[in-house]
């Protein structure tokens, strides 16, 4: 049988996490849905362990764990993953009993969001001008297969981070990718693993699949030949849903992303 822990109790099947102090919060404020769990507490701590035991954020989702990692609770052995289950960030998804494997996620929608938009400002460090225009118009041009649209906020995006603390590494531009779509509430994943190979970022909305192939060298042509050769977005079609490939190469001199181009599959 398999278990799941809620935030307060294993039950049978997954549940809501259970959260009086936002229940509180919520009629407090006349009935507006908000991520009060989150506000609780805050994740500096946990953002901290995560950047100092270089924790792959794009893998925090589905993430498998050995039932001694929950012990690693001293000074000097604490174990991120296991904080951020102890603390609630993640939860009990699945439970392998032949091999004593947990698989953890985030709990609830509102607390992957929340985590998401907490890391985002502490690796980019960017003003909340900035994230409010990207909250604005990114969620819409994604809904509306707007690719130029996209791009180009991303592009802005990108130029308001700090020259000072972006990394000149292909895995630095695709986790903040990951950490936009995510904060803005968006279905995406990254390092999708499919027969083919490995997607580097899946985006998914009500009428439109986006596969994003990046590059830190090469050409945009070079990561949409990728996309195609390995058929990446073959388990999406006939799914009713337009699917859409997306080749971006980032220039690290700049900064920024370089150059992309996208086709219809």
């Known amino acids: 049988m398999k278990w799941f822990y809620n935030g307060y109790r294993f039950s049978e099947k997954p549940e809501t996490v259970y959260n009086p102090f936002g229940l509180l919060n919520h009629f407090n404020e006349q009935g507006k849905?908000?991520?009060?769990?989150?506000a609780?507490?805050?994740?500096?701590?946990?953002?901290?362990?995560?950047?100092?035991?270089?924790i792959d954020i794009l893998k925090l989702e589905k993430k498998t764990i050995a039932f001694l990692s929950f012990q690693k609770f001293t000074a000097d052995t604490l174990?991120?993953?296991?904080?951020?289950?102890?603390?609630?960030?993640?939860?009990i998804v699945d439970y392998d009993d032949e091999f004593g494997i947990y698989t953890l996620d985030y709990p609830n929608e509102e607390v992957r969001v929340s985590f998401a938009e907490a890391l985002l400002e502490h690796y980019v460090q960017v003003s909340a001008m900035d994230i409010n225009a990207?909250?604005?118009?990114?969620?819409?041009?994604?809904?509306?297969?707007?690719?130029?649209?996209?791009?180009q906020t991303l592009v802005s995006f990108f130029a308001?981070?700090?020259?000072?603390?972006?990394?000149?590494?292909?895995?630095?531009?695709?986790?903040?990718v990951h950490l936009v779509f995510r904060m803005l509430g968006l279905r995406c994943r990254s390092e999708v693993r499919i027969v083919a190979g490995r997607i580097d970022t899946l985006v998914e909305t009500k009428g439109y699949v986006y596969c994003f192939e990046f590059k830190l060298s090469g050409t945009a042509e070079d990561a949409l030949k990728q996309i195609e050769d390995k058929v990446y977005l073959l388990p999406w079609q006939g799914s009713g849903k337009r699917l859409i490939k997306v080749g971006v190469v980032f220039d690290h001199e700049k900064r920024n992303i370089g150059s992309w181009k996208a086709a219809m599959v």
């Open 160 to 176: 308001s981070i700090p020259y000072d603390i972006q990394l000149k590494d292909e895995k630095y531009y695709q986790t903040m």
């Open 79 to 91: 174990d991120a993953v296991a904080v951020l289950y102890q603390s609630g960030y993640l939860t």
């Open 33 to 38: 849905f908000n991520a009060y769990w989150f």
């Open 40 to 54: 609780t507490g805050t994740p500096a701590f946990l953002i901290t362990l995560i950047e100092k035991q270089k």
């Open 134 to 151: 990207l909250a604005v118009s990114l969620p819409i041009s994604c809904a509306k297969g707007d690719i130029e649209g996209m791009m």
